[in-house]
């Protein structure tokens, strides 16, 4: 099996508007920054909550707070792990009770993560709202969850990949589609 | 940032499927081990502290030989992940024969678990009970063998409390009492050498075999003074008094007077230098009361940490067999 590179979705300039009218949206849904915060789903969406906090602090003056959340002691699809499961820290250093709450991430596929995510987050306390921001919906959706803020809808197949690269992340901003091959 | 610690990174083997000494494992993977125990020591400061990541798995604790606290602490492990626990406790002297090992196994296997904790007083029995059960083994103990979670939750205790030795390199251990009736010891050197450290080993001559010394990165002295000097941490091991009816220690006065850890032998130490005991102490025995209470003494972290190592190694070895 090989990856082959199908189309280029979406380049750095791309992504920065799609962050931004997303930074917008959670301004105007939320109507501010009061008791709001953004929590990364590890690893992409850790970079992307930071890049939404920076983007509504340049528009409103406030920081939101934000944090990490690492979901592996929530998934129920640890089918096959080759080698020791690594498992991060969740760094959320507030108490989420009350709270609006977006949570984060590149791609939203199954809603698997999403679901883990939201146990994770209960687990810590009340939260008043939870959100779900992602930057690509690619459908395939295994449970009833959609998100709150989407960067761009794509549709696709399961024999399809959507690699999301950042700065922080992989040295480059971009989206892109593979496809997966018998070599 | 970018999101990857610098521990992050994956092992490039996978590791062992049981846990029966440390001989497997390589310092990556143990390193690795050790930061899915920091996830799980953050689990157990939350208000809820379960996690769902065992949900389904069930492990077993056979303990042939009394404990209390590594029992418990192994319980607590499986439970806040949710996993089920079966017990089952024996008396030494009924269940020390081979045959009716097996026939204990075989009985509680019935029951289906994917993993057994299991203390004996016979050195292998665990790797034994790897040829009669396909679940994973954790070794909790086995005669004068090896005791690896005592002595992975002693080596994360240091690398948690001693700022900047996290990588034990030049890091000297002082281990001092009777070692050669000690696992606890044996799995402290195996791990805090493979782990960069040195290990300096003290205790009266019948109690210390010539043959550990032998090891890279080992030394041997009859001297406290000379085991404590300089050392990043000095480890007391319990004097099991039933041992001084064998003629192997001279008196109690006699350990007080030339192997106790106390404060004036501290001094000698690292000026941060911890002070561990794998429990239960015999206070101002092998080790002056007043200074188990102290400051440098890490004995109840070393209790606390039991929990999220034991829960990191559940989880890895349960998880990772999946």
């Not at chain 1, 498992?87 to 939203?108: A, W, Y």
């Not at chain 1, 761009?152 to 992989?170: A, F, G």
């Not at chain 2, 040829?131 to 086995?142: F, H, K, P, S």
């Not at chain 2, 080596?155 to 251990?173: C, N």
């Amino acid at each position: 099996m090989t990856l082959n590179p199908k189309a280029t979705l979406m380049d750095a300039q791309d992504l920065t508007r799609a962050l931004t009218r997303i930074a917008h949206e959670i301004i105007e849904r939320n109507k501010g920054t009061d008791g709001l915060a953004l929590v990364g789903i590890h690893t992409r969406g850790v970079p992307i909550a930071e890049r939404l906090a920076e983007l509504i602090e340049r528009f409103e003056g406030t920081r939101p707070l934000t944090g990490k959340l690492d979901i592996t002691l929530y998934r129920d699809d640890l089918t096959e792990i080759a080698l020791q499961p690594i498992v991060r820290k969740t760094e959320v250093p507030f108490d989420v009770s009350g709270m609006r709450i977006v949570l984060c991430d590149d791609v939203l596929y199954t809603g698997r993560t999403a679901r883990a995510a939201l146990d994770a987050l209960v687990d810590m306390g009340r939260p008043g709202v939870i959100q779900y921001a992602v930057l690509v919906d690619r459908g395939h959706r295994e449970l009833p969850i959609r998100a709150d803020y989407v960067g761009k809808n794509v549709p696709t197949s399961r024999s399809e990949v959507i690699k999301v690269r950042l700065e922080e992340t992989d040295g480059a901003d971009g989206v892109e589609l593979l496809e997966l091959v018998d070599a | 940032m970018g999101a990857a610690t610098p521990a992050a990174g994956s092992p490039p083997t996978k590791h062992p499927r049981h846990l029966l000494d440390l001989a497997g494992w390589t310092a990556e993977q143990v390193h690795a081990l050790f930061d899915t125990s920091d996830v799980m020591a953050q689990v157990m400061t939350r208000t809820i502290k379960k996690v769902p990541a065992l949900q389904g798995f069930t492990v077993g604790t056979l303990f042939f030989e009394d404990s209390t606290r590594t029992r418990l602490s192994f319980e607590r492990a499986a439970r806040a992940q949710s996993a089920d626990v079966i017990s089952f406790a024996a008396g030494g002297s009924s269940v020390s024969k081979g045959e009716s090992l097996k026939d204990t196994l075989k009985t509680i296997d019935a029951m289906k678990s994917d993993l057994y904790v299991v203390r004996h007083p016979a050195a292998g029995a665990p790797l034994q009970l790897t040829r009669w059960t396909d679940a994973a083994i954790v070794n909790a103990g086995d005669g004068r063998r090896a005791h690896p979670t005592q002595a992975l939750l002693d080596a994360y205790t240091f690398r948690t409390s001693f700022p900047g030795y996290a990588g034990f390199e030049g890091v000297e251990l002082a281990i001092v009492g009777d070692v050669a009736h000690s696992r606890v010891a044996r799995s402290n050197v195996e791990l805090w050498t493979k782990l960069g450290a040195r290990v300096r080993l003290c205790g009266p001559r019948t109690l210390l075999p010539d043959e550990l010394g032998e090891r890279p990165g080992v030394t041997l002295t009859h001297r406290v003074e000379e085991a404590v000097e300089g050392a990043h941490a000095v480890m007391a091991l319990r004097l099991q008094t039933e041992r001084m009816a064998g003629g192997l220690l001279p008196s109690l006065a006699e350990v007080r007077e030339r192997y106790q850890v106390n404060r004036a032998r501290m001094r000698l130490a690292h000026p941060d230098a911890l002070v561990m005991h794998p429990g239960p102490m015999n206070r101002d025995v092998e080790i002056e009361g007043v200074l188990a209470d102290d400051p440098r003494s890490v004995v109840e972290r070393q209790v606390a940490n039991g929990v999220p190592v034991r829960m990191a190694v559940l989880y890895t070895l349960l998880v990772g067999s999946r």
